[in-house]
């Protein structure tokens, strides 16, 4: 498609495209009609055209160069010429590896697939995610992340494409919400504006007044020639902060003095100032605010009693379990960076074998969580939210520093190791709790990710279909054959299930107990009449065979207190559920029984709460990189050690990684 630009007198080429449709139909007869805006026209009659007034410059919004983590980031550079996607977050557009392509008939039907196999269909994935200058497609608006009360300071390019600066003015308003300053400019009321003498950087001061939606704000640029236009500006998030509460507690083996263990792990937490790292450099890109549950311990470490924090294992009992192995020979690699004279880095990996004793990965979370809570049930206590695990132990596996869960999306605990150096771990772990994949894919991921898939479709059909199948199953043996209607609640018979683990809501569960209850009372009754019923029948059934009376009441008393068992377990249950204060789902381990019409309702909301949510959570992710090729805190890189500090290398969020996180507060707070 060419479009052409008049000035009056002469028509000139403004830009040319070539067209390309996502939804491509074979033989489709007719032809397509463009519709023009402002002096724009299609097709071969140019001379038809009107003036076309348009700005002669634009303002592209960037990090300053000494940018580490205060806020949240995100930006894409693309190619003025060819408008194709050049980097994200300044990574190359040939670093990514894999992306996620919709399929737009099923929200639930994409696949990961191989960028090389279908590279404009990447672009559409990353250019879906970003915002542009209407006027220009190759100037993004970035977008931006900071919590009430703070001020940043980020560089607005002006970039001229034609004629000169004259008259010149660009400006930025303000609101309730934020405040703008163009260093060196002026402000009228809450606009802040700058007179153009030349192209070049310009400081952008922002300050956030208070919390609010997500909203982009427009640089405009105007001047006696061309009108206003708005030409760049920044898209600002929703930004309410989000308090995530951890307790730290320690894992220490039980020999020698367990409390002391306990006491060093506790202080390098603190000498690491791994709070104020989460606060200031990571997770507060993304608005949250981290808070530990058990401060006080920390700022009282020398005369506090320990106990409630930590856990002591005992040697012998988990290396039977394997979960604990002494003299293990430990395969380090180790990275050496040197420099040849003329200034290039050589690195150089070598392996070492070292003698250690260690602990093991798998499923070390969940046992530690759960013998900690023993402890605290022993001591009349409970604790059953967010914890960070201070292991006194490398991991067996070589380069395992710590490790959280993605899901279920109720987790909200990760796995410290002691071979763990820096903050940017705790960042890392903690960002997968909160629904961030890595920023790489490795084969065993795109198996896991089809093998989600694939359950989410066997458990529509084996748990659900088969659920739905039963209920049509007895409805139609529970309708009288006289008078063609459903049998009275005492008449009809209903399968049940017993359930003694199972995600749950809180509401939803309560509901199903007491209807089902209403089934369970009413057998019960019918039971008991059959019981005291003093009335001689000169034969007694049960189950289509002819049996005594003794037996005929024996299975009556028998059905009766099964029944009454179902109820017993549902009503101890809902006592457990009234605890609960919250309606997120969640795994809830009590034994409870329910009619198959209430069970539908339990597994039709675990797909729609829990696994669908987790798959749609998994595709989020939906852009991978090759490995160790950006500065994203989902990637894989190594501290610098540098004058006695270990340096995180991997500390930026990518704006779709950013709103993941935060929607998934609501499963983690």
Same mark, same amino acid.
């Given at each position: 498609?060419?479009?052409?630009?008049?000035?009056?007198?002469?028509?000139?080429?403004?830009?040319?495209?070539?067209?390309?449709?996502?939804?491509?139909?074979?033989?489709?007869?007719g032809?397509?009609?463009?519709?023009?805006?402002?002096?724009?026209a299609?097709g071969?009659?140019?001379?038809?055209?009107?003036?076309?007034e348009?700005t002669?410059?634009?303002?592209?919004?960037?990090l300053?160069?000494?940018?580490?983590g205060?806020?949240?980031?995100?930006?894409?550079?693309?190619?003025?010429?060819?408008?194709?996607?050049?980097k994200?977050?300044?990574?190359?557009?040939?670093?990514?590896?894999?992306?996620?392509?919709?399929d737009?008939?099923?929200?639930?039907?994409?696949?990961?697939?191989?960028?090389s196999?279908d590279?404009?269909?990447?672009?559409?994935?990353?250019?879906?995610?970003?915002?542009f200058?209407?006027?220009?497609?190759?100037v993004?608006?970035?977008?931006?992340?900071?919590?009430?009360?703070?001020?940043?300071?980020?560089?607005?390019?002006?970039?001229?494409?034609?004629?000169e600066?004259?008259?010149d003015?660009?400006?930025?308003?303000?609101?309730?919400?934020?405040?703008?300053?163009?260093?060196?400019?002026e402000k009228?009321g809450?606009?802040?504006?700058?007179?153009?003498?030349?192209?070049g950087?310009?400081?952008?001061?922002? @300050?956030?007044?208070?919390?609010?939606?997500?909203?982009?704000?427009d640089?405009n640029?105007?001047?006696?020639?061309?009108?206003?236009h708005?030409?760049?500006?920044?898209?600002?998030?929703?930004?309410?902060?989000?308090?995530?509460?951890?307790?730290?507690?320690?894992?220490?083996?039980?020999?020698?003095?367990?409390?002391?263990?306990?006491?060093a792990?506790?202080?390098?937490?603190?000498?690491?100032?791994?709070?104020?790292?989460?606060?200031?450099?990571?997770?507060?890109?993304?608005g949250?605010?981290i808070?530990i549950?058990?401060?006080?311990?920390?700022?009282?470490? %020398?005369?506090? %009693?320990?106990?409630d924090?930590f856990?002591?294992?005992?040697?012998e009992?988990?290396?039977?379990?394997?979960?604990?192995?002494?003299?293990?020979?430990?395969?380090?690699?180790?990275?050496q960076?040197?420099?040849?004279?003329?200034g290039?880095?050589?690195r150089t990996e070598?392996?070492?074998?070292?003698?250690?004793?260690?602990?093991?990965e798998?499923?070390?979370d969940?046992? @530690?969580?759960?013998?900690?809570?023993?402890?605290?049930?022993?001591?009349?206590?409970?604790y059953?939210?967010?914890?960070?695990?201070l292991?006194?132990?490398?991991?067996?596996? %070589?380069?395992?520093?710590?490790?959280?869960?993605?899901f279920p999306?109720?987790?909200?605990?990760?796995?410290?190791?002691?071979s763990?150096?820096?903050?940017?771990?705790?960042?890392?772990?903690?960002?997968?709790m909160?629904?961030? @994949?890595?920023t790489?894919?490795?084969e065993?991921?795109?198996?896991?990710?089809?093998?989600r898939?694939?359950?989410?479709?066997?458990?529509?059909k084996?748990t659900i279909?088969?659920?739905?199948?039963?209920?049509?199953?007895?409805y139609?043996?529970n309708?009288?054959?006289?008078?063609?209607?459903?049998?009275?609640l005492?008449?009809?018979?209903?399968? @049940?299930?017993?359930?003694?683990e199972?995600?749950?809501?809180?509401?939803?569960?309560?509901k199903?107990i007491?209807?089902?209850n209403?089934?369970?009372?009413?057998r019960?009754?019918?039971?008991?009449?059959?019981?005291?019923d003093?009335?001689?029948y000169?034969?007694?059934?049960?189950g289509?065979?002819?049996?005594?009376?003794d037996?005929?009441?024996?299975?009556?008393?028998?059905?009766?207190?099964?029944?009454?068992?179902?109820?017993?377990?549902?009503?101890?249950?809902?006592?457990?559920?009234?605890?609960?204060?919250?309606e997120?789902?969640?795994?809830?381990?009590?034994?409870?029984?329910?009619?198959?019409e209430? *069970?539908?309702k339990?597994?039709?909301?675990?797909?729609?709460?829990?696994?669908?949510?987790?798959?749609?959570?998994?595709?989020s992710?939906?852009?991978?990189?090759k490995?160790?090729?950006?500065?994203?805190?989902?990637?894989?890189?190594?501290?610098?050690?540098?004058?006695?500090?270990?340096?995180?290398q *991997?500390?930026?969020?990518?704006?779709?990684?950013?709103?993941?996180?935060?929607?998934?507060y609501?499963?983690?707070?």
């Amino acid at each position: 498609m060419t479009i052409y630009r008049s000035s009056g007198k002469n028509t000139e080429i403004y830009e040319e495209y070539e067209l390309y449709t996502r939804e491509y139909t074979e033989n489709v007869g007719g032809k397509s009609t463009f519709t023009a805006k402002g002096g724009t026209a299609f097709g071969d009659e140019p001379e038809t055209a009107k003036p076309l007034e348009i700005t002669n410059l634009y303002v592209k919004v960037r990090l300053n160069d000494n940018y580490n983590g205060e806020f949240g980031f995100d930006w894409v550079d693309v190619n003025p010429e060819t408008k194709e996607i050049e980097k994200m977050q300044d990574v190359p557009f040939s670093e990514v590896e894999y992306f996620y392509k919709k399929d737009p008939a099923n929200p639930l039907g994409g696949d990961i697939v191989e960028k090389s196999t279908d590279e404009i269909g990447a672009k559409h994935a990353i250019q879906d995610h970003y915002k542009f200058n209407p006027i220009s497609k190759h100037v993004d608006i970035p977008y931006v992340l900071i919590k009430p009360g703070q001020s940043i300071t980020l560089s607005a390019e002006i970039m001229l494409w034609q004629a000169e600066i004259t008259d010149d003015v660009i400006a930025i308003t303000g609101d309730e919400f934020y405040e703008f300053e163009i260093v060196g400019g002026e402000k009228e009321g809450k606009t802040a504006k700058k007179k153009l003498t030349e192209a070049g950087k310009l400081d952008l001061k922002i @300050t956030c007044l208070k919390a609010g939606s997500e909203k982009t704000y427009d640089f405009n640029h105007s001047n006696s020639t061309t009108g206003s236009h708005a030409v760049g500006g920044l898209t600002m998030m929703e930004n309410k902060v989000l308090t995530l509460k951890f307790r730290v507690i320690a894992l220490v083996s039980a020999d020698g003095t367990p409390n002391e263990k306990a006491k060093a792990l506790f202080q390098k937490f603190k000498d690491n100032d791994i709070k104020k790292y989460l606060n200031e450099k990571s997770l507060n890109q993304a608005g949250y605010e981290i808070e530990i549950e058990n401060q006080l311990m920390f700022d009282q470490l %020398d005369s506090t %009693d320990l106990d409630d924090y930590f856990y002591a294992f005992d040697k012998e009992e988990w290396g039977k379990k394997e979960l604990f192995k002494e003299n293990h020979v430990k395969t380090r690699k180790k990275l050496q960076i040197s420099y040849t004279k003329d200034g290039k880095e050589v690195r150089t990996e070598t392996e070492i074998q070292e003698i250690k004793d260690v602990i093991s990965e798998d499923t070390i979370d969940y046992t @530690t969580i759960n013998l900690y809570k023993e402890k605290l049930k022993s001591k009349s206590q409970i604790y059953n939210k967010a914890l960070i695990v201070l292991a006194d132990y490398e991991c067996e596996k %070589d380069k395992v520093g710590a490790f959280s869960r993605t899901f279920p999306l109720d987790h909200n605990a990760l796995f410290v190791y002691s071979s763990n150096k820096d903050g940017g771990t705790y960042a890392h772990e903690i960002a997968h709790m909160l629904g961030l @994949t890595h920023t790489f894919i490795r084969e065993k991921n795109k198996k896991e990710f089809l093998d989600r898939k694939d359950y989410i479709e066997k458990y529509k059909k084996e748990t659900i279909d088969a659920c739905i199948e039963k209920i049509k199953n007895e409805y139609q043996n529970n309708i009288d054959k006289v008078s063609k209607k459903l049998k009275s609640l005492l008449a009809r018979s209903y399968s @049940t299930s017993q359930f003694t683990e199972f995600q749950i809501r809180k509401g939803t569960l309560i509901k199903c107990i007491d209807n089902s209850n209403l089934y369970y009372e009413a057998r019960i009754k019918d039971y008991n009449s059959r019981i005291n019923d003093k009335t001689l029948y000169s034969s007694y059934s049960w189950g289509g065979k002819v049996v005594s009376k003794d037996i005929y009441i024996e299975n009556c008393k028998t059905e009766k207190k099964r029944n009454t068992d179902y109820k017993k377990y549902n009503l101890e249950a809902k006592i457990k559920l009234q605890e609960i204060v919250n309606e997120k789902i969640f795994n809830f381990k009590e034994k409870f029984n329910l009619i198959q019409e209430d *069970c539908l309702k339990l597994y039709e909301e675990v797909l729609k709460y829990s696994l669908e949510i987790e798959y749609l959570q998994l595709i989020s992710n939906y852009i991978y990189f090759k490995e160790n090729s950006t500065k994203n805190t989902m990637d894989y890189t190594e501290p610098i050690y540098n004058n006695g500090n270990w340096e995180v290398q *991997c500390f930026k969020f990518l704006h779709h990684q950013i709103k993941i996180m935060r929607n998934d507060y609501e499963n983690n707070k």
